[in-house]
Every structure is written in C-alpha cells, then in structure tokens.
C-alpha cells in the first residue's frame, strides 16, 4: 500500500465497514448510543441496584448524583462480594457498596484504544463520560459486536 501512497487510514476510509477502518474511526460515542445508561444515586437501595443492573443487562450500573456527575460504579462482582459480607440487605444502598473514582473514558476515544484500557486493567466495562457527566457504558461486548476485539 505504501508504494502506492496508499495509507491505512487512506484504505479506512474507502472501506469503512472494514476490520481497519472501524479500529482507525470507530469512537465510543459510537458505541454506546444504543445502550440503555443504567445509573443510581447513592441512596438507593439495595433493591433497586439490582433491578436497575438486571434490566439494563450490562452487569453494571454507574453512581450519578442529581447533576448526573459520575460518583462510581456498582458492578454485579460488588454485588455478590456484598452478598457474602452481610445479611443485613434491607439497609444497604448504593452507597455502602460503590466503588468510587471509576475507570471512565470520554466518547471521543477511539473504540481501539478503549479496548486496550479494558484490557490492561481486567475489566469488562468502562464509564463513559464528558466533563464528569455520565453519558453510558461501554461494554466489551459493544467491541466484540462491532469486530475491534
């Protein structure tokens, strides 16, 4: 490709469809307008964390307070960990089982390099959001769909 001044990103954008062109162009924002955004607040309960992770079907919820900004997140790992720790639930909320300052990226982020932080740190879910402000999840399956993994 080279020899004929034909780049990767040249061959993107003809082929956008393609393997190289969704690594090259494909951004989260991408990706997650189609999720539902599973979100609480901190005071919810216990309950209603469980109903909100399962109905959103992402094994996640984000922690938002009322201006939307990101608090943490609530994985259905931290559930069963929780599980295991007490038989008080009727008391739990959100906050007694969040874990706070969330790996997030911004939807501009190459779906690519989104990938390679889910990779890095063993996760299977990453906060989506712009100046604090939760915007969705990005699941690793999103990328198995679209082919970047």
């Known amino acids: 490709m080279k020899l004929k001044g034909f780049s990767g990103e040249d061959f993107a954008k003809f082929h956008p469809g393609g393997n190289l062109g969704k690594r090259l162009y494909l ?3 991408d990706l997650i307008s189609a999720n539902e955004k599973p979100a609480v607040q901190l ?3 216990l309950k209603q964390v469980i109903v909100e992770i399962t109905e ?3 094994g996640v919820t984000a922690v938002t307070d009322e201006d939307n900004r990101v608090l943490g997140i609530i994985t ?3 559930l069963r960990r929780m599980l295991e720790r007490t ?3 009727q008391s739990i909320t959100a906050a007694d089982i969040y874990s706070a300052n969330p790996k997030t990226v911004a939807p501009g982020l190459l779906a690519v390099e989104a990938l390679e932080l ?3 740190h063993d996760i ?4 989506v959001a712009e100046d604090q402000q939760y915007m969705g999840i990005l699941h690793i399956h999103d990328l198995i769909r679209e082919g970047i993994v």
């Open 27 to 29: 951004r989260v924002a």
């Open 43 to 45: 005071r919810t309960s």
């Open 56 to 58: 959103k079907r992402l």
């Open 76 to 78: 259905d790992g931290d």
């Open 87 to 89: 038989d008080a639930l």
């Open 118 to 120: 889910l990779r890095n």
């Open 124 to 127: 299977s879910q990453l906060i």
